[in-house]
C-alpha cells in the first residue's frame, strides 16, 4: 500500500527533490558536455555543486520534554532535518514548516562546525515552508533560480542531512513536473528519483550547477522506506511565499470565489467525461470574480495561465501565489464543449461567511443542506478548512456547543473571523475540528 510520508521527527522519513540542467536552448546544450575535469580524467559536477554546499544547514527543532523528570523545563531535541541559507547577509534559512512545527527553540548547524540559534520568522503549512534567520557572519548562500525553466530529464541533486550523517549528496534526475493530489495543499510538486531518507526534509534540490530549484518535501512509499519518488517545492512557489513571510511573517492570498475538486478516473465516469485530468468546480460564491467570469459548479478547468491542469492542486498552486488583482487565463470545458474566460485574485472578503440560496462558503469550506443535515460539500486545498482537516462528507453537528439549526445559523456563527471548535458526524463518528 502506498503511503505519503513527511519528515517531521527523528526517526520520520525524509525527502528529496530532483535537479535539472537548465539550458536554455537545445543548441546550447549541445554545446555544453557534461563537465570533464582533464587533470583527474573523470566527469564531474562539483564545480557548480561545491560553492551550493556550504549554505546547506542542518536544523534542530526542540520542544517540551514529555513526562516527569528534572529537566522537564528544558527543550529537548522533537525533530531535524535540514535547510537551505538563500539570504547570507540577512542570515535567512529555508526549510520544511513540518521540521519546526511545535518547536519552542531552533538551532542551526554549519558545515563548517559552527552552531547558531535560529528566530523563527514564520510558516506556511499550505506549502510546508518555514523561514528561520540567525545571526552570523561568513556565511554563504545558494543561488535561486526560476523553477518554470525545468524539464523531465534533467539532472537533480539533493543535499542534506540523512539518518543521522553528515552533509550528504545525492543525484537524479527529474521523474516529473506539476504534481499533486497528496493532500488538501497548495501543491505542484517536482518530482525526483533522488535518494532521500530521515533527515533530507527542508534540504535544497539543485540543479547541474548548484542552483536551488525546489525545496525536499515528502517521498511516496510503498513500505515506509525510499522508494525513489520524492517531491520538492518548487522555486517559483518558495520565493513567494518566502518573502511574504519575510515581510510580515505570514501568507496572506488571494480568493477567486470558486472551491475547486480534483478530477479523477471515478468523478469522470459520474460526469460522462472522455478525460482524467483537470479541476472540478464544486462551487462558486455569489458575486464573487469566479462569478463574474462566468463559471459555475460542474465546468472541468482544463488550463490556467496557459499551464496544464493535473487536478485541484494546480489550480490552488497557481491562486496561491498570484498578487492581488492577477487576471488569469482559465480554459474549461461545459457539457462537453471548451469555453475561455478571465478570472481576477481578488483581496478575501472580511467576512469569513458568504451565503448564497442554497450554500454557505466559510474558511475554504462550502455546506449545504442533505438529508442528514448541514454537509460539507467541499473543501478548498491549502485552505484553513483544510489545515484544520475538515473533510467533504463531514456533517456539521454543533458549533462551539451550539446545534446549528440551518444555513443561517452557521452563517451567523462563522461570520465573525473568531477560533471555533466545530463538531461534526464522519462515517457515523464524532470528530472534532478546530476552524482558527
Known sequence: MRSIIRAGGLSVLAFVAAVPLLATTPAAAQQSPVPFDAQRGVFTFATGLERALPAVVQVTTLGQSEGP??????????????????????????????????????????????????????????????????????????????????????????VGYPLGLDQTLTMGVISGLGRSGMGDRIEDYIQTDAAVNSGNSGGPLLDSRGRLIGINTSILSGGGGNDGIAFAVPSRILMYVVAQLRESGEVKRGTTGAIFGSLNAQRSRDLGLGIVRG?????????????????????????????????????????????????????????????????????????????????????????????DGLQVFAVEGGSAAAAAGLQAGDVISQIDGAAMSGLDALATVLAADDRRVMSVLRGGEAVEIILP
Open 279 to 371: 479541476a472540478v468546480i464544486e462551487d462558486v460564491a455569489p458575486g464573487s470574480s469566479a462569478e463574474a467570469a462566468g463559471l459555475k459548479r460542474g465546468d472541468i478547468v482544463t488550463r490556467i495561465q496557459n499551464r496544464p491542469v493535473s487536478n485541484a492542486g494546480t489550480v490552488a498552486a497557481t491562486i496561491g501565489i498570484a498578487e492581488r488583482g492577477t487576471r488569469l487565463e482559465v480554459v474549461y470545458l461545459r457539457e462537453g464543449r471548451e469555453g475561455r474566460t478571465t478570472l481576477t485574485v481578488e483581496t478575501p472578503s472580511e467576512t469569513t461567511a458568504i451565503t448564497g440560496a442554497d450554500v454557505v462558503m466559510a474558511r475554504g469550506a462550502s455546506v449545504r443542506v442533505a438529508s
Open 69 to 158: 523528570s528534572s529537566g522537564e523545563n528544558e527543550p529537548r531535541p522533537i525533530s531535524s532535518g535540514s535547510g537551505a541559507i538563500i539570504d547570507a547577509r540577512e542570515g535567512i534559512v529555508v526549510t520544511n514548516n513540518h521540521v519546526v512545527e511545535g518547536g519552542r527553540k531552533f538551532t542551526v548547524d554549519m558545515t563548517d562546525g559552527r552552531i547558531f540559534d535560529a528566530v523563527l520568522i514564520g510558516t506556511d503549512k499550505a506549502t510546508d515552508l518555514a523561514v528561520l534567520k540567525i545571526e552570523a557572519t561568513g556565511l554563504s548562500q545558494i543561488q535561486v533560480v526560476n523553477s518554470d525553466s525545468l524539464r523531465t530529464g534533467d539532472l537533480a541533486f539533493a
